[in-house]
C-alpha cells in the first residue's frame, strides 16, 4: 500500500540558507512523485514530479527534488530560501496499486525569518 | 485559461441542511476528486472519478456522495452535514497515466463551517 511520511510539520531557514523538506514513501512498484505547495487562502499548485525519467527533477521557483530509491526518499530542496518561499508543502505519491489514488502527505509548513 | 473552479468559496450552514458544493473543469480530464483538509492530517480523499459515471470511495467517504454526470462536473453533496464536517475542501482533476495519477490541478477551496 502506498504512504507518505513527511517529516517535520514545521521547518524554519533564515532568507538565503538552504532549504530541505523531507519526503519518504512506500510504494510496491514504481511510483509517480509529487511536490505540491500551498501558499495562504490557495489551493495547491504543483512545484515539480518525478515521472521515471530523470531521478533529479527541478521545478519552479528554484526548487528541486533528487528521487532516492535506495532510500525510498524524494526531498525537495532550493539552495536559497526567499521570503516569499514561505507556504505549506505536501509531498504525494501515485502508484498502480493505488487505484488511481494520491496519497498526501501531512504537510510541511515552511517559515522563513528577515 | 485551464482551470477548475469550485462554489461556492465559504459557506456556513446548520446541522442537517443538504448542501452541494459544485466542481468544474475546462481540460478534459479523465479524473476528478473531492479532498478535505485538516490542520495536522495533510489532504484525505473523500470520492474520486475515473470517468463519466465511474465513481469510487477514498479514504473518509463517510457522510458525502458524488455524482459524475458529465465529464466537466463533479458535485459534492452533503445531505444531513454534521459539525465534524467543517472543514476546507478541495476538488481536483487529472489525466490518468498509465494506471497512474498524474499531475492533479486544484480548485481554490471551499471553507465550510456546520454549526
Known amino acids: 500500500a502506498q504512504s507518505v511520511t513527511q517529516l517535520g510539520s514545521h521547518v524554519s531557514v533564515s532568507e538565503g540558507a538552504l532549504v530541505l523538506l523531507r519526503c519518504n514513501y512506500s510504494?510496491?512498484?514504481?511510483?509517480?512523485l509529487f511536490w505540491y505547495v500551498q501558499y495562504p487562502n490557495q489551493g495547491l499548485q504543483l512545484l515539480l514530479k518525478?515521472?521515471?525519467?530523470?531521478?533529479l527533477v527541478k521545478g519552479i521557483n528554484g526548487f528541486e527534488a533528487e528521487f532516492k530509491k535506495s532510500e525510498t526518499s524524494f526531498h525537495l530542496t532550493k539552495p536559497s530560501a526567499h521570503m516569499s518561499d514561505a507556504a505549506e508543502y505536501f509531498c504525494?505519491?501515485?502508484?498502480?496499486?493505488?487505484?488511481?489514488?494520491?496519497?498526501f502527505g501531512a504537510g510541511t509548513r515552511l517559515f522563513v525569518k528577515a | 485559461e485551464a482551470q477548475v473552479t469550485q462554489n461556492p468559496r465559504y459557506l456556513i450552514t446548520v446541522t442537517g441542511k443538504k448542501l452541494t458544493v459544485t466542481c468544474s473543469q475546462n481540460?478534459?480530464?479523465?479524473?476528478m476528486s473531492w479532498y478535505r483538509q485538516d490542520p495536522g492530517l495533510g489532504l484525505r480523499q473523500i470520492y474520486y472519478?475515473?470517468?463519466?459515471?465511474?465513481?469510487d470511495k477514498g479514504d473518509v467517504p463517510e457522510g458525502y456522495k458524488v455524482s459524475r454526470k458529465e465529464k466537466r462536473n463533479f458535485p459534492l453533496i452533503l445531505e444531513s452535514p454534521s459539525p465534524n464536517q467543517t472543514s476546507l475542501y478541495f476538488c481536483?482533476?487529472?489525466?490518468?497515466?498509465?494506471?497512474?495519477?498524474?499531475?492533479?490541478?486544484f480548485g481554490p477551496g471551499t471553507r465550510l463551517t456546520v454549526l
Open positions: 481540460m478534459n480530464h479523465e479524473y
Open positions: 510504494s510496491s512498484v514504481p511510483p509517480y
Open positions: 518525478y515521472t521515471s525519467a530523470a531521478t
Open positions: 481536483a482533476s487529472s489525466f490518468i497515466d498509465g494506471g497512474r495519477n498524474n499531475e492533479q490541478f
Open positions: 472519478s475515473m470517468n463519466v459515471e465511474v465513481t
Open positions: 504525494a505519491v501515485s502508484d498502480q496499486t493505488g487505484g488511481f489514488k494520491t496519497i
